[in-house]
């Protein structure tokens, strides 16, 4: 079975511009969250989405949006760039219900550069 | 206070020890714990989760867990050179949908 998948692998962008990520859920696995991992320090969540719905967001600003579609797959956007959104952006889905936890399961991730 | 600490290491150990790594976290109400590998460059990989106070085994992992210390581990046996990676310990609470994850231990096998 595919695991996660996430998409672009790497990406270069200038500061103000505005980046798209997009991420397939392991199939069978209806939530979806972004997390973002900047160098030397764990994985900091951004979003949870759930049946296509907003379930959690973390501390980050409304720049940062995101959205699940009807398939489960999920886009992360990310408006007008600073240097301090470069990091390794990571999708993880889960078999979460909502009586289950869940364990989180990760993409290969979406490196972002910002110059 | 971080919500979820950990040694960043380095912890060097020798080739077929035992590598001992800790974690501890702050909110009481935690319910979920994670141990995840990150090697350099790549993603987290899930090792194990654990629920319940006590151990859990699989393979060369062990977890092991005490809520009323807010204090989870992880022993690796017979360490590899190919565990080296950092390891990250995660929590979640009731109630949420946030994985808190703690800043890692950097581990090292020496062959």
Redesign the interface.
């Given at each position: 079975d595919a695991g996660v998948t996430q998409s672009p692998t790497h990406l270069i962008k200038t500061r103000g511009q505005h980046v798209t990520l997009r991420c397939s859920p392991i199939s069978g696995h209806k939530s979806v969250?972004w997390?973002q991992q900047v160098l030397?320090?764990?994985?900091?969540?951004i979003f949870?989405y759930?049946e296509k719905e907003e379930?959690?967001r973390?501390n980050f600003p409304d720049r940062f949006s995101a959205r699940q579609f009807p398939n489960y797959s999920s886009e992360l956007n990310v408006n007008a760039l600073l240097l301090g959104d470069s990091a390794?952006y990571?999708c993880a889905s889960s078999y979460?219900t909502a009586g289950n936890?869940g364990?989180?399961?990760?993409?290969?991730?979406s490196r972002l550069t910002v110059l | 206070q971080k919500e979820v600490e950990q040694n960043s290491g380095p912890l060097s150990v020798p080739e077929g020890a035992i590598a001992s790594l800790n974690c501890t976290y702050s909110d009481r109400v935690s319910q979920s714990f994670f141990w995840y590998r990150q090697y350099s460059g790549k993603s987290p990989e899930l090792i194990m989760s654990i629920y319940s106070n006590g151990d859990k085994e699989d393979g060369r992992f062990t977890a092991q867990l005490n809520k009323a210390s807010q204090y989870v581990s992880l022993l690796i046996r017979d360490s590899q050179p190919s565990d080296s990676a950092t390891y990250l310990c995660a929590v979640k609470s009731s109630g949420t949908y946030k994985y808190i994850f703690g800043t890692g231990t950097r581990l090292k096998v020496l062959a």
């Open positions: 969250s997390y030397g320090q764990g994985p900091q969540f949870q759930y379930r959690g973390g390794l990571l979460f936890t364990e989180l399961f990760f993409g290969e991730g | -």
